[in-house]
C-alpha cells in the first residue's frame, strides 16, 4: 500500500509539472523542430528543400501531429500536443529505469528515490527533459531497448532491445558511448547463451536495418550523416569557440546541484564496497547494479569528452539525471548492506536509511512543482501580429525567436544565421563537402536577392544583428535600409518589406 500511494504521489508531481509547463511559449529549439516537421508533412524534402542539422527520423515522429489548418490557435495546440507526447517519452524512460533499479534492490524504495531525484533536476526540466526535442523519444527508446537486454528472457527480446537502441541513436546521435556500453552487456550475454547468439544478431540486425530504412524513407543516408554529424560538429565549433562565450561557463554549470559528479563518485564507491563485501546480500541483481553504474560512468565522459565541454548546456544533461540517480538511489541500499551486519543494536535505525533518503529525496522532487516566475515570451502575440501582416504567399527569414510556425519560409537556409548558415556556407565552398550542400552564397541569401530585386514574396526578415558572421548579408541589408526598402517593426530583430 505504501509503495502504490508513494508511486501515486510522484505520478501526480510529474504530471502537475507538465500540464504547468504546457502554458509556456515556445522555446527557440521548439519553434525549429514543430517548423521543420511541418514543411515535412508539407512534402518539402529535408536537406534538399530545406536545411537541417537534427535527424529526419526524429521529425518522422512530429509529422502525424501536424494540423491541417493555420494561425495561433492551431499552432498551439500543435505545440501542446508535441509536448504531451514528449512528456509521456519521457515518463516511459523513467518508469523503465524505476523497474530496473526495484529488481536490483528488491526493493520499491529505491525506485522512489530515483524517481523523486529525477523530478527534482528543475534546471534540466526546465530546459531539455519534457521539451519537443530529439532527447524525449530518444530516451524512451533507449531506456526501452536497455531493459529488453537486461530482462529479455529470450535471445530475441535482446536482439530487438540492441536494435532499439541503434534506432535512439538515430534519432538522436549524442549518446555514443552509453550506447557502446548496452553493446557490452549485450556481447556478454551474448557468449553466455550460446545457442540463441544466431536469434539475438538477427533480430538487432532487422530491428536496425529498419531504423536505417525509416532515415532512408525520409533521406538520403549520405546527406543525413552529413548534416547530422559533421555539419553540427562545425555548428558547435562556430557557435562555442569564442573565449567571451566560453568564459561564460564553469565546468558542470548546468548540471542539477544534488546530481552533480562528485556525489555520484561517492555514491558509487560506497556500492563498490558493498559489491566486494556483502554481494551475495546486497543487491537482488549486481548485473543490473553495474548496468546502472557504467551507464553513469560513460555519459559523464560523454558530458566532457563528446561536448563542448565546459560549455554544456542544460539539456546535455537529460540523460544524465536517470543513471546518476540511479546510483544515489543504489547507494542508499549499499549502506545499509554494509552497516547491518556490524551495528546489531541499531539496526532499525540503520534499516530506516533508504526511507530517510527517500523523505529527503521526496522534498527535492517538489521543485517540480513549487511555482516560479512563468517565463514571460511574447512569441504568441508576435506571431499573431506578423500573421495579421502577411498576405497569401507572403514568405518570411526570422531567426526562431520571432519566427511564426507554420509560416512559409524564403530560403533553404531558414535559420541559425550565427552559426548554422555560416556552417553550410563554408561546407559548400569546400571541394570535399560541396557534394552534400547545395550551391548557396551569401549572395543567394533574401537580403541579397531581394536587392536585386527578386525574392518579392519575403514580407519580415531579420534585423542587422544577426548578421555578424554573415558580412555580405550584412552589407546587402544596410542597402536596403538605406534606401528605404525595408523598416522596423514594433518587434525586436523583426524588420518588414515596404511595399
Avoid at 551474448?190 to 540463441?196: S, V, Y
Amino acid at each position: 500500500m505504501a509503495a502504490l500511494a508513494a508511486g501515486v504521489l510522484l505520478t501526480a508531481i510529474y504530471v502537475f509539472g507538465c500540464v504547468r509547463d504546457l502554458s509556456s511559449g515556445p522555446h527557440v529549439d521548439e519553434v525549429e523542430h514543430l517548423q521543420a516537421a511541418l514543411r515535412m508533412a508539407r512534402g518539402e524534402r529535408i536537406f534538399v528543400d530545406f536545411h537541417e542539422h537534427h535527424s529526419p527520423l526524429y521529425y518522422a515522429t512530429l509529422v502525424p501531429l501536424v494540423p491541417d489548418g493555420e494561425g495561433v490557435a492551431v499552432m498551439r495546440g500543435y505545440l501542446t500536443r508535441a509536448r504531451v507526447v514528449a512528456g509521456v517519452c519521457v515518463a516511459i524512460a523513467l518508469a523503465i529505469a524505476v523497474v530496473l533499479v526495484m529488481r536490483a534492490t528488491a526493493s520499491a524504495t529505491a525506485g522512489f528515490i530515483l524517481a523523486a531525484l529525477v523530478l527534482g533536476a528543475g534546471s534540466v526540466w526546465r530546459d531539455g527533459l519534457g521539451d519537443v526535442r530529439p532527447e524525449s523519444p530518444s530516451l524512451a527508446l533507449w531506456w526501452s531497448g536497455a531493459a529488453l537486454v537486461l530482462l529479455g528472457s529470450r535471445g530475441v527480446a535482446r536482439g530487438a532491445g540492441l536494435g532499439l537502441v541503434v534506432i535512439a541513436a538515430l534519432v538522436n546521435p549524442k549518446w555514443p558511448i552509453v550506447s557502446i556500453v548496452v553493446g557490452v552487456f549485450f556481447l556478454a550475454d551474448l557468449w553466455r547463451q550460446k545457442r540463441e547468439r544466431i536469434a539475438s544478431l538477427v533480430a538487432a540486425s532487422v530491428v536496425a536495418v529498419a531504423g536505417l530504412a525509416a532515415v532512408a524513407a525520409f533521406s538520403d543516408l549520405r546527406l543525413a550523416a552529413f548534416h547530422v554529424v559533421e555539419l553540427s560538429r562545425g555548428m558547435v565549433e562556430v557557435a562555442f569557440g569564442r573565449d567571451e562565450v566560453r568564459a561564460q561557463f564553469r565546468p558542470f554549470f548546468g548540471c542539477p546541484a544534488h546530481l552533480r559528479p562528485w556525489a555520484i563518485a561517492a555514491a558509487a564507491a560506497l556500492i563498490a564496497i558493498a559489491w566486494a563485501r556483502r554481494r551475495a546480500t546486497a543487491f537482488a541483481s549486481p548485473r543490473i547494479v553495474a548496468f546502472f553504474v557504467a551507464v553513469a560512468a560513460a555519459s559523464l565522459a560523454e558530458i566532457v569528452f563528446v561536448y563542448p565541454f565546459p560549455i554544456v548546456d542544460r539539456r546535455y544533461y537529460a540523460f544524465w539525471v536517470i543513471p546518476s540517480a540511479a546510483v544515489l538511489a543504489l547507494a542508499a541500499r549499499s549502506a545499509v548492506a554494509l552497516l547491518e551486519p556490524h551495528v546489531t543494536s541499531l539496526r532499525t535505525v540503520i534499516a530506516a536509511i533508504p526511507g530517510a533518503v527517500a523523505v529527503l529525496a521526496f522534498f527535492i522532487s517538489l521543485d517540480r512543482v513549487i511555482p516560479f516566475e512563468p517565463w514571460r515570451d511574447p512569441y504568441w502575440a508576435s506571431t499573431s501580429w506578423i500573421e495579421w501582416q502577411m498576405k497569401p504567399g507572403d514568405t518570411v527569414w526570422l531567426e526562431m525567436g520571432r519566427h511564426p510556425i507554420g509560416a512559409r519560409d524564403a530560403n533553404y537556409y531558414w535559420f541559425g544565421f550565427e552559426h548554422v548558415i555560416p556552417v553550410a556556407l563554408r561546407a559548400a565552398r569546400a571541394e570535399e563537402t560541396r557534394r552534400f550542400v547545395p550551391a548557396i552564397a551569401e549572395q543567394d541569401l533574401p537580403p541579397c536577392r531581394m536587392e536585386r530585386g527578386l525574392d518579392a514574396h519575403v514580407r519580415f526578415i531579420a534585423g542587422p544583428d544577426h548578421y555578424a558572421q554573415l558580412p555580405v548579408v550584412a552589407a546587402c541589408f544596410e542597402r536596403l535600409r538605406a534606401r528605404g526598402a525595408v523598416s522596423r517593426t514594433p518587434l525586436p530583430d523583426v524588420w518588414i518589406v515596404n511595399r
